[in-house]
């Protein structure tokens, strides 16, 4: 059935208004960052650019249709993952197409800036597990043990691919937004419990495990593949005044940054505690120590309302693969949060992941901006489709 209200009426004013205050903040974090002399650029117009390209993706992204997405999807995941084989075949260095940061080469370095393709891969990944989840389901619609487990291995064959490139870069934090994604869609794919427990289980006794060799057994993980710096990471983060001059080092000043702010903060550029490339992963310090406790609490409530106006729009969509992908884009949204804000206050190790729309960074900025345009694109069209599903 055909809508025929106007574009002001199905048009989501709410998400666009949250998105303008997620640009006001990163404006105002990223010119008191700078402000600090470590950096000779001026990142406020970049990030503005950037999100002016962001907006043009959401328009772009908006007036395609789900079921145009559900058709393109596979095609999309395709491309991504040529993109990043090319990466890890690419020569990395300096003056190389392949730009290595951090011990990862994520990044393809081009006259204009760079690009980190796995920023779109996630996006990308999201459609494609939504339309294959979305078919099974059609397709098994009394299910049972054997049908699950198929659609877990559907589900294990098509994030493998992505997860082991991404591993070869090596890019940690990346990954582990695959695996979140990835869970979440298991979740809400409806494979049972009785399968789920036991996987969900596993995978957390295989992570401490990691844990605990990344303490006693750190040779025998180097040997299993692991760079030493990730090593680093993971005993700097329990114990980082042993390591106050090297890995643990920007824990230690996000940390005493973030606490110097107490309940009000310093106020705007009224910074004293230097933490390296805060106006990138690190900008949560900036925020928490100019704006205190009250500042914090403001954004990380921001967050909130993003992610719960989205689970409001997914429990209205009436078909099960635009369901699927707003899954997947609050999963990772909400995963990336978590991390960057948990790694700050040493809830979790540092690992590489921005704050969404907060951080400096063009792809990062430009990935969740396409996931956002694909949540405009399902509010937009879904209630064309209010008396029948889209699914094929």
């Known amino acids: ?6 574009f002001s009426d199905r048009f989501d004013w709410t998400l666009a208004f949250i998105i303008l205050l997620l640009f006001i903040v990163s404006i105002l974090a990223i010119s008191s960052a700078q402000s600090s002399g470590q950096y000779v650029i001026n990142f406020i117009p970049r990030q503005a650019f950037w999100y002016f390209v962001g907006v043009a993706i959401i328009g772009f992204t908006m007036f395609f249709e789900p079921d145009q997405y559900k058709k393109m999807s596979w095609l999309l995941y395709a491309l991504g993952i040529v993109l990043l084989i090319a990466l890890v075949l690419a020569p990395g260095g300096e003056g190389q197409i392949a730009e290595k940061r951090g011990g990862a080469k994520s990044w393809f370095h081009l006259p204009f800036g760079s690009i980190q393709p796995s920023e779109f891969m996630k996006t990308f990944f999201i ?23 198929l659609l877990l291995g559907k589900i294990i064959l098509t994030a493998i691919v992505p997860l082991l490139l991404i591993m070869q870069q090596p890019d940690l934090g990346t990954s582990l937004v695959f695996l979140a994604i990835t869970a979440a869609m298991i979740i809400v794919g409806g494979v049972t419990w009785k399968l789920i427990l036991p996987i969900f289980a596993g995978t957390a006794a295989l992570g401490g495990a990691l844990l605990w060799m990344a303490v006693y057994m750190q040779d025998t993980l180097l040997k299993l593949g692991f760079d030493p710096y990730q090593n680093g990471r993971i005993y700097s983060w329990l114990d980082p005044e042993s390591y106050a001059t090297s890995e643990g080092y920007n824990l230690i000043n996000a940390m005493t940054a973030i606490g110097s702010g107490e309940i009000t903060g310093k106020g705007y550029q009224g910074r004293e505690v230097y933490v390296p490339e805060n106006h990138t992963d690190f900008i949560f310090t900036v925020i928490g ?30 078909d099960s693969f635009s369901t699927y992908v707003c899954t997947g884009i609050i999963a990772m949204i909400s995963f990336h949060v978590f991390q960057n804000i948990g790694m ?6 540092i690992t590489g992941i921005p704050l969404p729309f907060i951080s400096y960074g063009g792809s990062s900025l430009m990935g969740n901006m396409l996931a956002l345009g694909l949540i405009f694109s399902m509010k937009y069209h879904h209630r064309t489709y209010m008396f029948g599903s889209t699914d094929d």
Do not use: R
């Open 289 to 318: 120590e100019e704006y205190g406790f009250i500042g914090a609490s403001i954004v990380v409530s921001l967050f909130f309302l993003l992610i719960y106006h989205i689970t409001k729009i997914t429990l209205q969509l009436k």
């Open 344 to 349: 700050t206050i040493q809830l979790l190790p």
């Open 127 to 149: 459609l494609t597990m939504a339309n294959m989840i979305s078919k099974h389901n059609e397709k098994f619609i009394i299910k049972n043990i054997k049908t699950d487990l």
């Open 1 to 6: 059935m055909q809508n025929n209200k106007g």
